[in-house]
């Protein structure tokens, strides 16, 4: 099913902010005191760039893009995951396109390359407010310590050289197309999805489990076949791709 949208997904205003502590933060105060949907913020810098499940990201100045974008309630709740999903998939297609690195997606939205980490997105709402803030490693010529483990850049996968501006254009042209299309967009998604069929570790706040990722459901949720043969979902939870045995 392709529901019309209520609201154009075209993005306006660009604004492009040498420092601040996270483009989210400022982005959804700015939407709670009336921005346009559309609207778009960019960072040289983040003093404080928020991850998920209040961890921190971190980047070395002006060498990764940090965009947040505020998008119109276009959807109902129960297929906003959609609108997150779409913006990993229009990330890795505007990567691949602008410095020809190819990422993978792990569930629910890193794009990886191998099993590091080339770029994470952080989505929050409030209300009918729905902010999508992605940060993408472009060109790193030292790698922070805490992350040399688990992150990589576009330059390090021998990704041509691209600025953060063409990255993007392209990203924005993009997930404005894809958001048009919902559903050819989460097929591409599972396409891309490097999880499915992995055998994988999922952390969540009350435990571990291992199994194989059979699927992601209609509410985004993670499918896992655990190791005694059940069959769970997981709504909120880190992914560890295994190695296969
Ligand atoms: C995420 O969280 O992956 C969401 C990251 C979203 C960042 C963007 S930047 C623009 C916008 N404004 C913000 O304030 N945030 C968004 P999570 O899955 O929780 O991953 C965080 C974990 O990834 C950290 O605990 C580190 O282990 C690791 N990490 C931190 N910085 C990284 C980096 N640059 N590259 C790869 N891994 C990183």
């Known amino acids: 099913m392709t529901e019309p949208l209520a609201s154009p997904t ?21 939407a709670r005191a009336g921005a346009p949907a559309g609207l778009v913020v960019v960072a040289d810098h983040q003093t404080a760039g928020r991850g998920r499940l209040g961890r921190t990201w971190v980047a070395p100045p002006g060498a990764s893009l940090l965009v947040s974008v505020l998008l119109a309630p276009m959807v109902p709740v129960d297929r906003r995951h959609l609108l997150v999903m779409t913006a ?30 080339l770029a994470g997105i952080l989505a929050e709402a409030a209300g009918d407010v729905l902010v999508v803030g992605i940060g993408v ?9 805490e992350l040399a483990a688990i992150a990589t850049a576009c330059n390090l996968e021998g990704g041509r050289p691209t600025s ?16 048009n299309d919902l559903d050819t967009a989460r097929r591409d998604y599972e396409a891309r999805l490097l999880t499915l069929g992995r055998r994988v570790r999922v952390e ?42």
Do not use: C
Not at 137 to 145: G, K, Q, R
Not at 164 to 179: H, I, M, P, Q
Not at 223 to 234: E, H, K, N, P, Q
């Open 10 to 30: 075209a993005f306006g205003e660009v604004r492009w902010l040498p420092e601040i502590d996270s483009t989210n933060r400022y982005l959804m105060d700015e």
């Open 88 to 117: 990993g998939l229009a990330m890795a297609e505007a990567v691949e396109a602008e410095t020809g690195v190819v990422a993978g997606l792990k569930w629910p939205n890193d794009l990886l390359v191998g099993n590091r980490k």
């Open 137 to 145: 490693n472009l060109e790193w010529h030292s790698v922070p310590d």
């Open 164 to 179: 953060r501006e063409s990255v993007l254009t392209t990203f924005l042209a993009g997930y404005s197309a894809r958001l």
């Open 204 to 245: 969540q706040a009350g435990g571990v489990l291992t199994g194989i990722a059979q699927g992601v459901d209609a509410s985004g949720h993670l499918v896992l076949r655990i190791d005694d043969g059940t069959v769970v979902t997981v709504a909120v939870g880190d992914v560890i791709h295994l190695r296969v045995e």
